[in-house]
């Protein structure tokens, strides 16, 4: 193996546009309503069920909390950034729900996982036929083994979806590229720290993704709009810290582990 950086292929643009890259009051999503009554938690996200009925936030606040997180990226910026954006989606409820292929390619991340983890890696590799690739380059052996995520849809969520897919992949081939025989003594934990990984990963895609246009409209340099995404990834990255308890997806059904990976996404959104 070696350290190599994905081919993470084209970034979509929204479709259609979010209403927040424009100062209009239509668009708003769906609320949805929660019995649940979450307390406001320390990073002041505010409460979720207030998150899910709110209907006097409409995207032209998100908008211009993003633009102000753009002339001053701070973390109280981006909290504020982020909490509207949770809040005009409807709430970490209604985010997690909407992230069919992010739910989808983390199961195939976890199935595959385990799969390394009982069966060694190169026994996984035939079994998701993908065969020998001792001789392909790092970037070709990435890509190789991402193919497994090949039936992510095309929409722009799916796309949030393939890239983190193909980040985790990356992040796993370049940890074991001193010692590859260690990849096949993957326990849980490790299993949830790539878990933790692609969700983060996804998030960040997709909320990138969908603030692609508002960057391009704003008169910001290539290299400003660099960093405003890597502000965005590094602030994301760091708030999104899981606690998997019952992490023991190869015990689980597929409902059940539709089921938990649901509420992870829950909790991942809430956090950011």
Do not use: C, H
């Not at 190599?4 to 424009?22: A, V």
């Not at 692609?198 to 960057?215: C, D, G, N, V, W």
């Amino acid at each position: 193996m070696g350290t190599s950086k994905p081919n993470r292929g084209p970034k979509g643009f929204p479709n259609p546009i979010p209403d927040w890259i424009s100062d209009s009051n239509s668009g708003e999503s769906s609320i949805l309503s929660d019995s649940e009554n979450n307390q406001q938690d320390e990073n002041g996200n505010g409460n979720e069920k207030d998150e899910e009925q709110s209907n006097s936030l409409n995207w032209s606040d998100v908008r211009r909390s993003f633009t102000a997180f753009t002339k001053n990226r701070s973390k109280s910026n981006f909290k504020e950034f982020t909490s509207k954006y949770r809040k005009a989606s409807g709430g970490k409820k209604k985010l997690a729900q909407s992230s069919q292929s992010g739910k989808k390619g983390a199961i195939v991340l976890v199935d595959f996982l385990e799969s390394i983890s009982k069966r060694g890696f190169e026994e996984t590799l035939e079994e998701y036929n993908i065969g020998d690739i001792s001789s392909l380059s790092a970037e070709g052996s990435i890509n190789k083994i991402a193919e497994i995520f090949i039936d992510l849809d095309g929409t722009d969520e799916g796309s949030a979806a393939s890239s983190a897919a193909v980040e985790t992949i990356n992040k796993l081939y370049n940890d074991y590229t001193e010692n590859p025989e260690e990849i096949n003594v993957l326990d849980n934990n490790k299993i949830s720290e790539y878990l933790e990984y692609y969700i983060s990963k996804y998030i960040f895609e997709r909320i990138s993704i969908e603030i692609t246009r508002a960057l391009e409209e704003k008169d910001l340099t290539s290299n400003e709009v660099k960093g405003i995404e890597t502000q965005i990834e590094y602030f994301i990255d760091a708030e999104v810290n899981l606690k998997f308890f019952e992490s023991n997806f190869s015990k689980m059904n597929m409902k059940e582990k539709n089921k938990i990976i649901n509420k992870i996404f829950e909790d991942a959104y809430s956090l950011i």
